[in-house]
Structures are given as C-alpha cells and as structure tokens.
C-alpha cells in the first residue's frame, strides 16, 4: 500500500510541477521534494522485496525527478536568497548520492567497518536535510561576508552537521525506539 502512495504521490508531484500549480499546494504536499524520498523508499523497497519493473521504472522517474527539482531548488535560492546556488553542483552531488545507493545496493563496494559509518550517516540524514534550510542558511545570511567565508561555512556545515546529529540521537532515535512497539502492536491488529 505504501508502495502505491509513493508511486502517486511522485506522479502528482511532477504534474504539480510541471503545471506549475499554486506554490503553497506544491509546499503543502511536499511536492518539490518529492523525489529525494522516493528515491529513498524505491531503493528500499527493492531491497526488501526484490527488483520488479515498476520498482526499476520507480527508481528511475525518482532519479529524474531529483535531477529537476534541484535545478529548480538552486534557481529558487539564487533568486530569493541572492545566494549563488550551481544547479549543475547539485545535480553532481545528487548524481554521486544515486551512484552510491546503487554501489550499495549491487554490493558492488563491500563496506566492511564502513557500514555502521554508513548507518549512522543515514539517520541524520533527514534531520540534517530539514536543519540545513532553516538553520545554514539564515546562520550563513546573518555571519557570511567576503572577509570571513572561509570561516564561517565550513563553521556552518559543522554546526548544522552536530545539531543533526543531536536531533537524531537524542530525540528522534528515544521516540522512535518508545513509540515502535506501539506502532506493531496497532499494525498487527490489522
């Protein structure tokens, strides 16, 4: 059922998109992100299932739709922010993230000691996602100048980096971990 909602949700989000429908639905419905967690959940859901076509075709149209929606991110910051923001930077960056979960996924770089760096790296990944917006750039906005940006972005990175961190193991992990049982017990009812 999950795997349905992902596959629909992706679709609306490209025809939003592409359609260039109200900006506050697009945010509403998370739609210009809509890419990056379902390539995220595709990916999962190869490996917990097994690879099935629609899966493959999953996979791909979320690469795609990652690849346009940080071009569209990048040109969104450039003009609100003013902030200089390379699209093909982004799209670089998303391309070695892909090429990575595929490395993974094919067992193709055997991670050894690795996969526990890789796990972890993993969980703060969404809380480091969300922070990076809201926290670095206004830190970067109110701190950054020419004379000092040597100094202030990677202090940024770090702090944003360690806050994620923070907000992973110290919030979201004991939640999670109090709320699991809870969540099963309601899922096994069905």
Not at 4 to 19: E, G, M
Request: hydrophobic share 55%; charged share 15%; glycine share 6%.
């Amino acid at each position: 059922m999950f795997e349905k909602f992902v596959r629909i949700w992706l679709a609306a989000s490209a025809l939003l998109i592409f359609y260039e429908v109200n900006k506050y639905i697009i945010y509403s419905l998370n739609a210009d992100y809509s890419g990056y967690f379902s390539f995220g959940t595709s990916v999962y859901f190869v490996l917990r299932h097994g690879f099935t076509r629609a899966r493959g075709a999953l996979v791909m149209f979320s690469i795609f739709m990652m690849h346009f929606q940080g071009v569209l991110e990048a040109s969104r910051i450039e003009s609100s922010a003013g902030l200089p923001h390379s699209a093909e930077w982004l799209i670089l960056f998303n391309s070695i993230v892909v090429m990575g979960f595929f490395c993974v996924l094919f067992k193709t770089i055997p991670l050894g000691k690795f996969g526990a760096v890789a796990t972890a790296l993993g969980l703060v990944s969404y809380p480091l996602h969300l922070l990076h917006a809201l926290i670095g750039y206004v830190f970067l906005d109110r701190f950054l100048d020419d004379a000092n940006e040597y100094l202030i972005i990677p202090l940024c990175v770090v702090t944003v980096f360690l806050m994620s961190c923070a907000l992973t193991y110290m919030w979201e992990r004991p939640v999670l971990n109090a709320l699991r049982p809870w969540v099963y017990k309601i899922l096994r009812a069905d």
